[in-house]
């Protein structure tokens, strides 16, 4: 088992930034993946952005640019800073963790991100 606490969610003006923090503890495999999926209210979740434990990373096109993905090892957390906020990222943001030789999927409990002025 794994288990993700978020945090560094709320509500920003458009054109802000928040950074979102996910810490991991629990059975972390040697080789994984670790990001940020969102969904927005009626719509289905998507990927925002991810990153392996190689040091490859993957964003969304609607976010390319704007969010940036890093991770600690040392301390199993993975951040995703966002710039340049849009009413259109209002969304819950929930942290992944994915074993890359099991392919088990953990989940984390959500977090609004709110993006009004």
């Known amino acids: 088992q794994v288990q993700l606490v978020e945090s560094g969610g709320g509500l920003v003006q458009p054109g802000g930034s928040l950074r979102l923090s996910c810490a991991a503890s629990?059975?972390?495999?040697?080789?994984?993946?670790m990001g940020w999926y969102r969904q927005a209210p009626g719509k289905q979740r998507d990927l925002v952005a991810f990153?392996?434990?190689?040091?490859?990373?993957t964003y969304a096109d609607s976010v390319k640019g704007r969010f940036t993905i890093s991770r600690d090892n040392a301390k199993n957390t993975v951040y995703l800073q966002m710039n340049s906020l849009k009413p259109e990222d209002t969304a819950v943001y929930y942290c992944?963790?994915?074993?890359?030789?099991?392919?088990?999927?953990?989940w984390g409990q959500g977090i609004q991100v709110s993006v009004s002025s």
């Open positions: 992944n963790h994915r074993n890359l030789f099991t392919m088990l999927d953990y």
């Open positions: 629990g059975s972390i495999g040697s080789l994984n993946a």
């Open positions: 990153t392996t434990s190689r040091g490859s990373t």
